[in-house]
């Protein structure tokens, strides 16, 4: 059995070298490149599953182990081959492994429970806790008394959660600059990629470029949805809104990299001339993106083509 070992270990890590370079790549070009908010989200979303998915497994599996230009990469097959003749330093690294995923896995499910919790809780204080729904473009919104600000609940049928009494609290146009960001989260299922991204992490939590994964994913997906309410141009409705919802004191207790986060989201929602994205630019972001997202993918193939053949 431990002759399946080192060809497994192999792939997998040929998978996360070029997983990661795909990462970095996207780091840069969402960084340093201009285009929506929206398009850099998509890549994140695409990066995200890269690293779950194998798609040069994928590939391999129907038939790349016979192309010609499959060779190994050296070194790294030497890891492989290295724990499977040494299987207790593998015992060691998995025990490791597994504690990780098993501490994730809790702090994900006692997350669930406590979200589940609070619906249950507003559902069960009957029309005291939660008002019927209306819709919103479409969308579902429940006001809800345990509510504390705006926010999108389910994960396959998402409805929007607002509190109790926000439209004393807020005037029209703030509640619908709240309701566009709202609804964006709600159509495109964030809350479905973000629990992906979260059983994700339960198992890949070692690598720190999955970690880095999930802060750009949360920062494009709130940047996107205020690009809808900036094309609204209830940009400052929004501002406002945010302000009057916010506990005493939240802002002021915001460490350091998410007052930074929050304060660039205020200057994108208040700047008088916002900066518009050409199609250009966002082709351009997309090809880029796309071109080594495949080169990357090609060479997984190229570098695994052969492991199981020649190892087994």
């Not at 059995?1 to 270990?9: L, N, R």
């Not at 609070?118 to 008394?145: C, E, H, Y």
């Not at 802060?215 to 945010?242: H, Y």
């Amino acid at each position: 059995m431990h002759e399946h070992v080192g060809p497994v270990v192999y792939y997998l890590e040929v998978h996360f070298l070029y997983a990661s370079i795909v990462c970095l790549a996207a780091w840069v070009v969402t960084s340093l490149w201009d285009g929506s908010a929206t398009w850099k989200y998509w890549i994140w979303v695409a990066t995200l599953l890269n690293f779950i998915l194998p798609f040069g497994g994928f590939v391999d599996r129907f038939g790349a182990s016979s192309v010609s230009w499959a060779t190994q990469l050296p070194g790294l097959d030497e890891v492989g081959m290295g724990i499977s003749r040494h299987l207790a330093a593998g015992g060691v690294l998995l025990a490791v492994w597994l504690c990780g995923a098993v501490f994730m896995a809790a702090r994900l499910i006692a997350r669930v429970r406590n979200d589940r919790g609070d619906v249950l809780t507003a559902r069960g204080q009957g029309t005291v806790g939660v008002k019927p729904s209306f819709l919103a473009r479409g969308v579902p919104v429940r006001l809800s008394a345990t509510g504390q600000e705006p926010s999108v609940d389910g994960v396959l049928r998402p409805y929007i959660s607002l509190p109790l009494g926000i439209e004393r609290l807020l005037s029209k146009n703030e509640l619908d600059a709240v309701l566009i960001h709202e609804i964006t989260h709600a159509r495109r299922r964030d809350n479905l990629i973000g629990l992906l991204y979260e059983i994700a992490l339960c198992g890949l939590w070692f690598h720190p470029l999955v970690w880095l994964t999930g802060f750009r994913l949360a920062m494009f997906r709130e940047f996107s949805c205020d690009d809808s309410v900036i094309e609204s141009s209830r940009g400052a409705d929004l501002v406002s809104a945010m302000a009057k919802l916010a506990a005493p004191g939240k802002l002021q207790s915001l460490r350091a990299g998410a007052a930074t986060f929050f304060s660039h989201r205020l200057t994108r929602l208040t700047d008088s001339h916002p900066e518009g994205t050409s199609r250009v630019a966002d082709s351009l972001l997309i090809v880029v993106f796309s071109a080594v997202f495949l080169v990357c993918v090609l060479e997984t193939i190229a570098h695994t083509g052969s492991c199981f053949k020649v190892h087994m």
